[in-house]
């Protein structure tokens, strides 16, 4: 009888522990935050210089831009940065990642393409990010709406223009499970899709092991079960796998550096090897998590330029 009481109070214990683990990993990683790093200065070269030059970037805080905005399906105010080109040929929906911002993920490239590709730009804070509404994230799961919201509005601003959305980290599983929230947009040419994850719950899978040391059992579960009572999403809400797989017609570019050790390299791989529709996969070989632009800057710029010229040349 001793035995069973002690094997009841420790598996109770356990229990115990699963759930305030749980509730701290919720509360941490779920929730909007504020404050926002510009990287760390004691990472090593290139990371330090790259981390500076996005920090140091000021095109998309001195362009003039218009602020504007929209209402999600669950009522919050969403806002956005439109920059028109006077004599813009296309339209890019930029998409920044977790805890991110437009002038963080796009500090350098948004003015080359603005430049180059002569393309308006529409860069939005996503839900909990920014200027925009909201009190949890959720990994693209419920930003995936946002997304189609966004791009009615910038299809519409640039009279049926052609329009690529782009993102980067989170913001690349937004646009990729974007594909399957309502079926294919009007007017969606392309994406580019930059060092996405699968689903929340494979890269929260991923960084419990990797950062914690824990099985994904029972944390996950009682993380999706928070989630869902809490905050009214799942972490099987939507996957990245599934929506590139039912998409068969908007062409994809996937990027992604090989030495990403927040969201791995394999993540794009598996997006790549699921998709139906044209595709083209271009690796970073030595590029960290959100970098590939400034590690490989010359190749990036070539693969984005030929994407937009073959998704043209589709839809011509």
């Known amino acids: 009888m001793l035995f069973f009481y ?42 330090r210089t790259y981390q500076r030059r996005i920090k140091e970037a000021t095109w998309l805080s001195e362009t003039p831009s218009e602020r504007v905005s929209v209402v999600s399906r669950d009522g919050l105010r969403l806002s956005a940065r439109y920059y028109p080109h006077e004599n813009a040929k296309r339209a890019f929906l930029l998409v920044h990642g977790y805890r991110s911002s437009g002038d963080h993920d796009f500090a350098e490239s948004a003015e080359w393409i603005y ?23 959720s990994f693209g799961v419920k930003e995936r709406y946002d997304l189609l919201l966004w791009h009615s509005f910038l299809h519409k601003k640039e009279a049926g223009l052609p329009v690529y959305w782009m993102g980067i980290s989170m913001g690349s599983a937004t646009v990729l499970m974007g594909l399957s929230a309502d079926g294919t947009p009007k007017g969606l040419s392309g994406v580019i899709a930059d060092c996405g994850y699968t689903s929340a719950k494979e890269e929260f899978r991923y960084l419990l092991k990797k950062d914690y040391h824990l099985p994904s059992f029972p944390f996950l579960f009682f993380a999706d079960l ?35 050790t927040f969201v791995p390299y394999d993540f794009s791989v598996q997006n790549d090897k699921a998709c139906s529709a044209p595709h083209t996969f271009f690796t970073a070989k030595e590029a960290v998590h959100g970098l590939s632009w400034y590690y490989e800057n010359d190749a990036y710029i070539r693969h984005l330029t030929e994407h937009v010229r073959l998704c043209e040349e589709k839809n011509a």
């Open 6 to 47: 002690v094997t009841l109070a420790i598996l109770l214990l356990l229990l115990l522990a699963s759930l305030v683990v749980t509730w701290l990993l919720c509360s941490v990683s779920t929730k909007r935050s504020h404050a926002f790093s510009w990287g760390d200065e004691n990472q090593p070269e290139p990371i």
């Open 115 to 137: 430049r180059h590709l002569d393309a308006s730009l529409l860069v939005i804070d996503q839900r909990s990010h920014g200027e925009s509404e909201g009190k949890y994230i």
């Open 226 to 260: 928070y989630c869902r009572a809490f905050e009214k999403w799942s972490f099987s809400g939507a996957s990245t796998i599934d929506a590139v797989k039912a998409n068969e017609s908007v062409p994809i570019l996937f990027v992604h550096g090989a030495a990403d």
